[in-house]
């Protein structure tokens, strides 16, 4: 028999949220960032290291922004900034996900001498800032994205190392594994098929919040000179270049700080959708 | 007891595996450091004679020992670049980063515990309401962002302070801990946000269990139900974050530094990592984890002390 095929709306998950009202204000903020940074990658007002004579205007037609003391057009180089934030962020939580999801549930399933050691290492991982491990690699291997990428994306390993760990020792011995086992279904099926979707839940929100303190990660290495190498605009350099003139021209702070700041607040907005507690916020 | 031996024997063992780690990936990357101090025009005999005198040519680990031995001893090395003793190049700074983190740690406690004790109280209540939502928009403001922002408004409008005006602990101890106000006000607020709601939470998921229930039949009002019941447990999860924030703190006031022109170790920092000068580097990084592992030891003990069932296990 087939089954009646209804056309539903991809959007309606959301109404099963536990708090849909801020997941959807959260979302929002989200798509008009992508968007931003999406645009960008076809279109900029400028070329965002493109210097010129107009140096430091205020809010003008030709300049939404205004333009920085090189005359760099600021919203140009706030869409460029914006895009690298993103990718520094996504790239950490494939990396700091991904790596911390195997290793959750390799040691989490199998217990034994060897997740005694592994966690114990990720004890000792987990107790440094990122900013300081980043900055340790950084220093090693020169900077750029890239090494920043995986530097903040091994420190978050141990964040995601520990909830998923703690999910396969819980759910090892329910039922529904047993049952799969009894039929026959290997290690990598048991673990894979079977109970990485019960652990997809606390996984989504654990990205939330992850994905939020790389962002700010990279906005404060970016900060400090590190990461991303000028002329190319981030945002945490852009923020440290205009502080002496902030007075003069503010958008050439307050643009990329704003875009920082509703970025973390549109995914702590989502997250705080996703959780259970309805008792928290409303 | 035995559990406060055990977890000190962890912390070393963390220690020596954290030097060792950090010493040998920066062997392996730093190249040879007599090269670098006297540059590539110099004679193969002068390079040879320093690197006998700095003994570079012992194994990896008899340098390690050495290292390690006078780190301890407060001597780790001479800096490539500047020629002098990397403990006199970050022993006056140190103190002036660890004032920074500790003064935003008591801000945080002082701001946060009050809100999240205030919002659990009188959850659901219009001021929870304000207060929840604007701890979720101050947690996503980085530091350096609101500290821009604070001392454009307290420095440059409203001139309560005058930024870039540090003053050296050494001049004047008042002065020093006042310049140290307004960075410390930037460093602390998202974390008091992060504070209150955390408290808050734990203190509401405590409020649903039985022991809460039998206490209020007892007859104990709210005040003291809150206070001789939920606050002990609802605690432990809030110390786990208070030893982390320390340390996240720490790395955080090495932003914070830059903006407000406070010499503690972030510029000396930044600028070996510019230069490559791979002893202050380890130095500084090998402090501040010494400080971080021994937060967590301080943390797991008022742990066992709060909850002393973990003793006995």
């Known amino acids: 028999m087939r089954m009646k095929q209804t056309r539903r709306n991809p959007l309606a998950f959301i109404d099963t949220l536990p708090n849909p009202k801020l997941f959807r204000m959260g979302a929002l903020i989200t798509a008009a960032i992508v968007l931003l940074v999406l645009i960008g990658l076809v279109w900029m007002p400028y070329e965002p290291t493109a210097m010129s004579a107009d140096q430091m205007q205020g809010i003008s037609a030709s300049h939404l922004l205004g333009t920085d003391k090189m005359g760099r057009d600021i919203l140009s180089r706030v869409m460029y900034g914006s895009r690298i934030t993103l990718v520094v962020a996504l790239g950490t939580m494939v990396i700091g996900a991904g790596l911390g999801v195997l ?38 291997l020169g900077s750029s994205t890239v090494h920043m990428i995986w530097a903040l994306g091994i420190a978050f390993i141990p964040s995601f190392t520990r909830v998923v760990r703690s999910e396969y020792i819980r759910c090892k011995h329910l039922d529904y594994v047993k049952n799969a086992r009894l039929q026959g279904a290997s290690d990598a099926r048991v673990i894979f098929v079977h109970i990485l979707p019960n652990v997809s839940g606390v996984l989504l929100s654990n990205l939330m919040i992850g994905f939020n303190n790389a ?6 290495l970016s900060f400090l000179g590190i990461g991303s190498q000028p002329p190319y605009a981030s ?25 920082i700041v509703l970025l973390v607040l549109s995914f702590s907005l989502m997250g705080e959708g996703l959780r259970s507690a309805a008792k928290e916020l409303d | 007891m035995r559990y406060v031996l055990k977890k000190t024997a962890t912390m070393l063992i963390t220690l020596l595996a954290v030097s060792l780690f950090l010493f040998v990936s920066f062997q392996l990357i730093s190249g040879d450091p007599a090269t670098r101090m006297l540059g590539t025009g110099a004679t193969p005999e002068r390079l040879e004679a320093l690197r006998e005198e700095l003994g570079l040519n012992d194994a990896l680990l008899v340098r390690y020992v050495r290292w390690l031995a006078s780190f301890v001893r407060g001597d780790p090395g001479i800096s490539y670049v500047y020629r002098q003793p990397v403990a006199s190049l970050l022993g006056a700074k140190i103190p002036v980063t660890l004032a920074l983190a500790l003064m935003s740690f008591a801000l945080t406690c002082l701001v946060g515990f009050p809100a999240g004790l205030y919002t659990a109280k009188y959850a659901g209540s219009a001021l929870d309401r304000i207060v929840m939502v604007l701890n979720q928009a101050i947690m996503a403001v980085p530091p350096f962002f609101a500290g821009i922002l604070i001392s454009w408004a307290f420095g440059t409008v409203l001139r309560l302070f005058s930024p870039g005006a540090y003053v050296s602990y050494e001049t004047s101890v008042p002065r020093f801990l006042g310049y140290l106000v307004f960075p410390s006000i930037a460093l602390a607020l998202p974390r008091a946000a992060q504070l209150a709601k955390l408290l808050r939470g734990a203190i509401l998921e405590e409020s649903g269990k039985n022991y809460a229930r039998t206490a209020y039949s007892r007859g104990n009002n709210t005040d003291g139900v809150l206070f001789g019941h939920l606050l002990k447990n609802a605690f432990l999860p809030v110390l786990t974050f208070l030893g982390m924030s320390l340390a996240n703190l720490l790395a955080g006031s090495l932003i914070v530094e830059s903006i407000f022109n406070i010499p503690g170790i972030s510029s000396i920092l930044l600028s070996s990592i510019g230069n490559r000068d ?27 002390v709060l909850d002393p069932r973990i003793d006995g296990e």
């Open chain 1, 103 to 140: 290793i959750g549930a390799a040691t989490g399933f199998y217990g034994g001498m060897a997740d005694e050691i592994v966690m114990r290492i990720m004890d000792g991982l987990f107790a440094f800032p990122n900013v300081l491990l980043a900055l340790v690699v950084v220093s090693l």
């Open chain 1, 235 to 259: 945002l945490g350099q852009m923020i440290s270049d205009a502080q002496a003139y902030f007075f003069e021209v503010p958008t050439a702070v307050l643009g990329p700080g704003l875009v």
């Open chain 1, 215 to 220: 962002v700010l990660a990279e906005a404060g």
């Open chain 2, 278 to 304: 791979y002893p202050v580097i380890l130095a500084a990084v090998m402090w501040i984890a010494v400080f971080i592992i021994a937060i967590n030891l301080l943390v797991d003990i008022l742990y066992a």
